[in-house]
């Protein structure tokens, strides 16, 4: 969150008025945590007498009002966002261990190196190598014009193949997320992944899917407006089913039904014709709903039905050829089922698993998108 100093005013100081984009940036920090309705409080501030702050960010471009009038994030501003979140998480982590990764597999790719070999039938010349082609040529013929090329003088530059990924980040919008700041963080390392895919990754696809009592596909802008659920039921014992041709009820949304997600994602990802396909989960409860047939049934406490129902779908992704990687937001020592529960996962996907503090969740969550990135090599 923003931090702020204080001081008494003696007349002295000059006053310097605040910057649009660090206006937005600490504006940005409060959406990340409470979502739109942040937003909603902008209007007051446009109907009081010093409404500059507001028609600055609008003049920038960084705010605008939406169809129905209400103040919306725009794409400029969504940019920015993604784009301070990435600088941010880099900061906390070795920048060396992201960045570009491709293939190892040498290939007609699009990605041109200055190091150069001979030609090999098959390599296509547009990547030939015309000065040290010609240069070797030269000194075989022994200098004097007209040079003579001949085959085994091509040279051509190596090149990278470069994989395509589709991703799909899960993230857990039931209600203990609101808790020590994990779901703010959730947000900023999602947001960070799309600003990372967006500048080093353009061919990629990147989704993001919020699950709770159900699930749903996040835009961007709905990825930065998003806050966890609000509990509605405090009953120490739910058993539920709730139809999903109806209305969702409100006092019923803050269950997590991973199961939900992963359906929404594996079919999300069959749509994708990109070489490598993963999910990635980030969730700080075991499972209190699945979906069976045209129902959420909703148990709480964690029960082995909804646990088995769960691990059944997670590994109908991992048969689609989809690589999925879970990580468990844990407090503190209480969370020894959700442990189990993602390590589980893991053993019936043949995937990753990890547990994690929110501080460290951004590490985590980089390192297993780029080993998702490199998972299948292509052939030539």
Not at 12 to 27: G, I, N, V
Not at 223 to 239: E, M, T, Y
Request: charged content about 25%; glycine content about 8%.
């Amino acid at each position: 969150m923003p931090k702020y100093e204080y001081s008494k005013w003696d007349g002295s100081q000059k006053f310097s008025p605040q910057s649009a984009e660090k206006a937005f940036d600490q504006l940005s920090e409060y959406l990340l945590h409470y979502g739109d309705q942040v937003l909603r409080q902008l209007d007051r501030f446009d109907d009081d007498d010093d409404p500059e702050v507001v028609e600055l960010l609008q003049q920038e471009g960084l705010i605008e009002r939406d169809g129905e009038g209400k103040f919306v994030v725009s794409p400029k501003g969504v940019r920015r966002i993604q784009q301070n979140a990435l600088t941010d998480l880099f900061q906390t982590f070795n920048r060396d261990a992201i960045g570009k990764h491709d293939s190892p597999h040498k290939g007609s790719g699009a990605v041109r190196h200055e190091d150069s070999r001979p030609y090999v039938y098959g390599d296509s010349l547009a990547n030939l190598n015309l000065h040290e082609t010609i240069k070797n040529a030269y000194v075989r013929q022994g200098g004097g014009v007209p040079i003579g090329v001949e085959r085994d003088d091509w040279v051509v530059y190596e090149t990278e193949h470069q994989t395509r990924a589709a991703t799909v980040v899960l993230i857990d919008m039931s209600g203990s997320m609101g808790r020590y700041g994990k779901y703010g963080m959730t947000k900023k390392v999602a947001l960070a992944l799309q600003g990372m895919v967006r500048a080093q990754y353009p061919t990629d696809s990147i989704e993001m899917v919020g699950f709770y009592t159900l699930a749903s596909k996040l835009t961007e802008r709905q990825l930065i407006n998003s806050a966890p659920k609000p509990v509605g039921l405090f009953d120490p014992r739910v058993n539920l089913r709730i139809s999903l041709d109806k209305p969702l009820p409100r006092q019923v949304q803050h269950f997590t039904n991973i199961d939900a997600g992963l359906k929404l994602a594996r079919n999300l990802l069959k749509k994708q014709g990109a070489e490598n396909k993963q999910i990635i989960v980030i969730t700080d409860g075991e499972p209190t709903a699945h979906i069976e047939g045209r129902e959420a049934v909703l148990i709480y406490p964690p029960a082995e039905k909804t646990a088995m129902a769960t691990l059944a779908e997670a590994k109908r992704c991992a048969t689609a050829g989809i690589r999925v990687s879970s990580f468990a937001l844990i407090e503190d020592y209480f969370y020894l089922g959700l442990v189990n529960f993602v390590e589980e996962m893991a053993r019936v996907t043949q995937g990753v698993a990890a547990y994690c503090s929110a501080d460290d969740l951004g590490k985590y969550v980089f390192d297993s998108f780029v080993g998702g990135r490199r998972q299948r090599k292509m052939s030539r």
